[in-house]
Protein backbone atom coordinates (compact mmCIF):
# COMPACT_ATOMS: atom_id res chain seq x y z
CA UNK A 1 0.00 0.00 0.00
CA UNK A 2 3.04 2.33 0.32
CA UNK A 3 4.97 1.32 -2.05
CA UNK A 4 8.37 -0.41 -2.01
CA UNK A 5 11.56 1.52 -2.01
CA UNK A 6 14.73 0.27 -3.39
CA UNK A 7 18.57 1.73 -3.73
CA UNK A 8 19.99 3.19 -7.09
CA UNK A 9 20.04 0.47 -9.89
CA UNK A 10 16.88 -1.68 -8.26
CA UNK A 11 14.83 -3.24 -11.01
CA UNK A 12 11.78 -2.86 -7.79
CA UNK A 13 9.49 -0.04 -9.26
CA UNK A 14 7.93 2.49 -7.55
CA UNK A 15 4.55 1.96 -6.43
CA UNK A 16 1.60 4.12 -5.27
CA UNK A 17 3.36 7.18 -4.62
CA UNK A 18 1.67 10.36 -3.53
CA UNK A 19 2.50 12.90 -6.24
CA UNK A 20 0.56 16.73 -7.07
CA UNK A 21 -0.75 17.62 -10.97
CA UNK A 22 -1.48 21.03 -12.09
CA UNK A 23 -3.72 21.71 -15.18
CA UNK A 24 -4.56 26.01 -16.09
CA UNK A 25 -7.83 26.87 -18.13
CA UNK A 26 -8.31 30.35 -18.88
CA UNK A 27 -11.77 31.76 -17.22
CA UNK A 28 -12.78 32.90 -21.21
CA UNK A 29 -12.75 29.72 -22.35
CA UNK A 30 -15.08 27.93 -19.57
CA UNK A 31 -18.53 28.76 -18.88
CA UNK A 32 -19.52 26.41 -16.36
CA UNK A 33 -17.72 23.47 -13.95
CA UNK A 34 -18.74 19.24 -14.33
CA UNK A 35 -17.12 17.28 -11.30
CA UNK A 36 -18.32 13.82 -11.38
CA UNK A 37 -15.41 11.31 -9.19
CA UNK A 38 -15.44 8.56 -7.22
CA UNK A 39 -13.15 8.69 -3.90
CA UNK A 40 -11.58 12.47 -3.85
CA UNK A 41 -12.06 15.13 -1.62
CA UNK A 42 -13.05 18.25 -3.51
CA UNK A 43 -12.61 21.87 -2.80
CA UNK A 44 -13.06 24.83 -4.66
CA UNK A 45 -12.59 28.65 -4.05
CA UNK A 46 -12.66 31.66 -5.72
CA UNK A 47 -9.52 33.74 -4.92
CA UNK A 48 -6.84 36.01 -6.15
CA UNK A 49 -5.77 34.14 -8.81
CA UNK A 50 -5.41 35.01 -12.99
CA UNK A 51 -6.49 31.60 -14.52
CA UNK A 52 -8.63 28.52 -13.43
CA UNK A 53 -6.33 25.68 -11.95
CA UNK A 54 -7.12 22.06 -11.09
CA UNK A 55 -4.76 20.46 -8.85
CA UNK A 56 -5.03 16.72 -8.40
CA UNK A 57 -3.02 15.81 -5.75
CA UNK A 58 -2.70 12.22 -4.75
CA UNK A 59 -2.00 8.47 -6.30
CA UNK A 60 -1.72 9.58 -9.70
CA UNK A 61 -2.36 5.77 -10.89
CA UNK A 62 -6.40 7.02 -9.47
CA UNK A 63 -6.24 10.81 -11.04
CA UNK A 64 -9.39 11.44 -12.70
CA UNK A 65 -9.67 13.15 -16.70
CA UNK A 66 -9.57 16.69 -16.72
CA UNK A 67 -10.29 18.58 -19.93
CA UNK A 68 -12.99 21.06 -21.60
CA UNK A 69 -15.75 20.44 -23.98
CA UNK A 70 -17.72 22.93 -25.07
CA UNK A 71 -17.23 25.72 -22.65
CA UNK A 72 -17.86 22.75 -19.59
CA UNK A 73 -14.89 22.57 -17.47
CA UNK A 74 -15.03 18.15 -16.93
CA UNK A 75 -13.30 16.86 -13.92
CA UNK A 76 -14.45 13.46 -14.57
CA UNK A 77 -13.13 9.41 -12.93
CA UNK A 78 -13.74 7.25 -15.82
CA UNK A 79 -13.08 3.99 -13.70
CA UNK A 80 -15.18 2.25 -11.28
CA UNK A 81 -15.10 2.46 -7.83
CA UNK A 82 -13.33 -0.41 -6.15
CA UNK A 83 -12.25 -1.52 -2.55
CA UNK A 84 -8.98 0.00 -2.80
CA UNK A 85 -9.75 3.49 -3.67
CA UNK A 86 -11.40 3.56 -0.11
CA UNK A 87 -7.60 3.31 1.25
CA UNK A 88 -6.56 6.26 -0.67
CA UNK A 89 -6.36 9.94 0.50
CA UNK A 90 -6.91 12.10 -2.97
CA UNK A 91 -7.98 15.40 -3.65
CA UNK A 92 -9.32 17.58 -6.21
CA UNK A 93 -8.45 21.79 -5.46
CA UNK A 94 -9.93 24.25 -7.46
CA UNK A 95 -9.17 27.50 -7.90
CA UNK A 96 -11.17 29.83 -9.70
CA UNK A 97 -10.04 33.82 -10.25
CA UNK A 98 -12.45 35.75 -8.30
CA UNK A 99 -13.59 37.73 -11.68
CA UNK A 100 -15.16 34.35 -12.72
CA UNK A 101 -19.02 33.09 -11.81
CA UNK A 102 -19.57 29.85 -13.76
CA UNK A 103 -22.91 29.66 -14.59
CA UNK A 104 -23.48 26.33 -13.06
CA UNK A 105 -21.17 24.28 -10.20
CA UNK A 106 -21.98 20.52 -10.30
CA UNK A 107 -19.95 18.24 -7.90
CA UNK A 108 -20.95 14.77 -7.00
CA UNK A 109 -18.26 12.76 -5.45
CA UNK A 110 -19.24 8.34 -3.91
CA UNK A 111 -16.84 8.96 -1.18
CA UNK A 112 -14.96 12.38 0.35
CA UNK A 113 -15.90 15.90 1.83
CA UNK A 114 -16.49 19.14 -0.22
CA UNK A 115 -15.70 22.21 0.03
CA UNK A 116 -17.09 25.35 -1.75
CA UNK A 117 -15.52 28.81 -0.75
CA UNK A 118 -16.83 32.02 -2.43
CA UNK A 119 -17.93 31.05 -5.17
CA UNK A 120 -20.56 32.96 -6.89
CA UNK A 121 -23.16 31.47 -9.50
CA UNK A 122 -26.73 30.93 -10.05
CA UNK A 123 -26.36 26.90 -9.85
CA UNK A 124 -24.62 24.88 -6.89
CA UNK A 125 -25.46 21.18 -7.18
CA UNK A 126 -23.40 19.03 -4.64
CA UNK A 127 -23.92 15.79 -4.02
CA UNK A 128 -22.01 12.57 -2.24
CA UNK A 129 -22.10 9.40 -0.93
CA UNK A 130 -20.24 9.39 2.08
CA UNK A 131 -18.71 12.53 3.69
CA UNK A 132 -19.51 16.08 4.34
CA UNK A 133 -20.54 18.93 2.10
CA UNK A 134 -19.39 22.78 3.14
CA UNK A 135 -20.23 26.15 1.54
CA UNK A 136 -18.81 29.41 2.78
CA UNK A 137 -19.13 33.01 1.60
CA UNK A 138 -21.06 31.38 -1.60
CA UNK A 139 -23.68 33.03 -3.66
CA UNK A 140 -26.64 31.71 -5.76
CA UNK A 141 -29.81 32.06 -6.92
CA UNK A 142 -30.18 27.74 -7.24
CA UNK A 143 -28.41 25.66 -4.60
CA UNK A 144 -29.12 21.86 -4.40
CA UNK A 145 -26.66 20.20 -1.00
CA UNK A 146 -27.49 16.14 -0.96
CA UNK A 147 -25.24 13.35 1.52
CA UNK A 148 -26.03 9.92 2.21
CA UNK A 149 -23.70 9.87 5.13
CA UNK A 150 -22.08 13.04 6.16
CA UNK A 151 -23.29 16.77 7.12
CA UNK A 152 -24.78 19.49 5.42
CA UNK A 153 -23.23 22.76 6.73
CA UNK A 154 -24.37 26.30 4.96
CA UNK A 155 -22.16 29.51 6.30
CA UNK A 156 -22.03 33.30 5.63
CA UNK A 157 -24.25 32.61 2.31
CA UNK A 158 -27.03 33.96 0.34
CA UNK A 159 -28.62 31.45 -1.53
CA UNK A 160 -31.63 32.69 -3.13
CA UNK A 161 -33.36 29.02 -3.07
CA UNK A 162 -32.28 26.06 -1.30
CA UNK A 163 -32.96 22.47 -1.38
CA UNK A 164 -30.60 20.00 1.25
CA UNK A 165 -31.19 16.14 1.92
CA UNK A 166 -28.96 14.78 4.89
CA UNK A 167 -30.01 10.74 5.38
CA UNK A 168 -27.35 9.99 8.26
CA UNK A 169 -25.75 13.57 9.54
CA UNK A 170 -26.93 16.76 10.74
CA UNK A 171 -27.90 19.96 8.63
CA UNK A 172 -26.43 23.80 9.42
CA UNK A 173 -27.84 26.79 8.06
CA UNK A 174 -26.68 30.12 8.52
CA UNK A 175 -27.39 33.03 5.63
CA UNK A 176 -29.76 34.52 3.70
CA UNK A 177 -32.44 32.11 1.73
CA UNK A 178 -35.28 33.28 0.17
CA UNK A 179 -36.98 29.48 0.13
CA UNK A 180 -35.50 26.28 2.25
CA UNK A 181 -36.58 22.76 1.83
CA UNK A 182 -34.26 20.58 4.22
CA UNK A 183 -35.07 17.48 4.95
CA UNK A 184 -32.53 15.19 7.74
CA UNK A 185 -33.39 11.35 8.14
CA UNK A 186 -30.71 11.16 11.41
CA UNK A 187 -29.48 13.96 12.55
CA UNK A 188 -30.82 17.74 13.92
CA UNK A 189 -31.53 20.31 11.42
CA UNK A 190 -30.76 24.41 12.95
CA UNK A 191 -30.80 27.23 10.68
CA UNK A 192 -30.22 31.00 11.08
CA UNK A 193 -31.33 33.56 9.21
CA UNK A 194 -30.15 36.74 8.11
CA UNK A 195 -32.94 37.92 6.49
CA UNK A 196 -36.62 36.84 6.55
CA UNK A 197 -37.58 34.05 4.20
CA UNK A 198 -39.87 35.15 1.25
CA UNK A 199 -41.25 31.94 -0.09
CA UNK A 200 -42.99 28.47 1.34
CA UNK A 201 -40.11 26.63 3.60
CA UNK A 202 -39.83 23.47 5.46
CA UNK A 203 -37.60 22.02 7.64
CA UNK A 204 -37.85 18.33 8.61
CA UNK A 205 -36.20 15.56 11.13
CA UNK A 206 -36.98 12.27 11.31
CA UNK A 207 -34.23 11.77 14.34
CA UNK A 208 -32.75 15.02 15.71
CA UNK A 209 -34.31 18.72 16.84
CA UNK A 210 -35.45 21.19 14.30
CA UNK A 211 -33.69 25.04 15.70
CA UNK A 212 -34.88 28.08 13.98
CA UNK A 213 -33.68 31.82 14.73
CA UNK A 214 -35.42 34.28 12.75
CA UNK A 215 -34.47 37.89 12.13
CA UNK A 216 -36.86 40.78 12.97
CA UNK A 217 -39.59 41.52 10.17
CA UNK A 218 -40.45 38.17 9.38
CA UNK A 219 -43.78 37.02 8.44
CA UNK A 220 -44.57 33.31 9.03
CA UNK A 221 -47.35 31.44 9.13
CA UNK A 222 -46.48 28.16 11.09
CA UNK A 223 -47.50 24.74 11.39
CA UNK A 224 -45.40 22.67 13.22
CA UNK A 225 -45.78 18.90 15.13
CA UNK A 226 -43.81 16.67 16.76
CA UNK A 227 -44.14 12.75 17.80
CA UNK A 228 -41.58 12.54 20.13
CA UNK A 229 -40.94 15.86 22.08
CA UNK A 230 -42.51 19.82 22.22
CA UNK A 231 -42.79 22.78 20.59
CA UNK A 232 -41.28 26.22 21.82
CA UNK A 233 -41.61 29.62 19.84
CA UNK A 234 -39.48 32.45 22.15
CA UNK A 235 -41.18 34.81 19.65
CA UNK A 236 -44.75 34.67 19.94
CA UNK A 237 -44.58 32.77 23.11
CA UNK A 238 -46.62 29.53 22.11
CA UNK A 239 -45.16 26.10 23.69
CA UNK A 240 -46.18 22.80 24.48
CA UNK A 241 -48.26 20.67 22.41
CA UNK A 242 -47.14 18.09 19.87
CA UNK A 243 -49.05 19.88 16.92
CA UNK A 244 -50.51 22.86 15.59
CA UNK A 245 -50.06 26.14 14.13
CA UNK A 246 -48.19 29.67 15.12
CA UNK A 247 -47.60 32.86 13.37
CA UNK A 248 -44.96 35.21 13.62
CA UNK A 249 -45.76 39.22 11.96
CA UNK A 250 -49.12 38.70 9.66
CA UNK A 251 -47.90 34.94 8.78
CA UNK A 252 -47.49 36.05 4.77
CA UNK A 253 -44.66 33.20 4.12
CA UNK A 254 -45.81 29.22 4.38
CA UNK A 255 -43.46 27.68 7.05
CA UNK A 256 -43.56 23.70 7.99
CA UNK A 257 -41.63 22.57 10.80
CA UNK A 258 -41.66 18.71 11.83
CA UNK A 259 -39.39 16.42 14.15
CA UNK A 260 -40.69 13.15 14.85
CA UNK A 261 -38.06 12.06 17.46
CA UNK A 262 -36.85 15.54 18.64
CA UNK A 263 -37.95 18.99 19.73
CA UNK A 264 -38.43 22.17 18.00
CA UNK A 265 -37.55 25.80 18.86
CA UNK A 266 -37.48 28.99 17.59
CA UNK A 267 -35.86 31.79 18.96
Known amino acids: MFGWFKSKGSDVELKNVPASETT ?68 IILELPNSFEPSELDVKTSSGSMSVVNVKTPSIDCSCSSGSISLENCESDDGDLKSSSGSLKISGSTIKKLDCKSTSGSIKLEGSFDSIDANATSGSVKAELKSPLKEK ?10 NLSVPDGSSLGIKYSTSSGSYKNSKTGVSGGKSGTDRIGNGDVELELKAVSGSIRID
Do not use: H
Open 24 to 91: FFAPSEISSIDIDVNCYSVFVERKDVKSIAVILDGNEKRWPSVYKTNGVLKIVDERSFSLFDGFQTNK
Open 201 to 210: SSMKSVSGSV
